[in-house]
């Protein structure tokens, strides 16, 4: 970075990293066709009472920026929601 920033290909001015973030995506494909999956996502997170910091999207993903020490409740929580278990 500082090497970028030295030889003007990019500029900034603090550069800061939080270490004690996570991210939880979920994706797929019918995530087109399906309305209502982000509105899930997040209602599910809140249930939870894990706050989101970011959020992120694209045809086929959203992401969520969380606290690190919320990630494996919001894993499980988020696959309980949408059925992960289930098989297809």
Sequence with gaps: MEA?????????????ADEGVAKVSIVGIGMR???GVAAKMFATLRDEGVNIKVITTSEI?????IDRKYMEL???ALHDAFELEKET
């Design 61 to 65: 993903k959203v992401s969520v920026l």
């Design 4 to 16: 970028a920033k030295a030889a003007d290909q990019i500029n900034y001015h603090d550069l800061v």
């Design 74 to 76: 919001a894993v499980q």
């Design 33 to 35: 066709s399906h309305a």
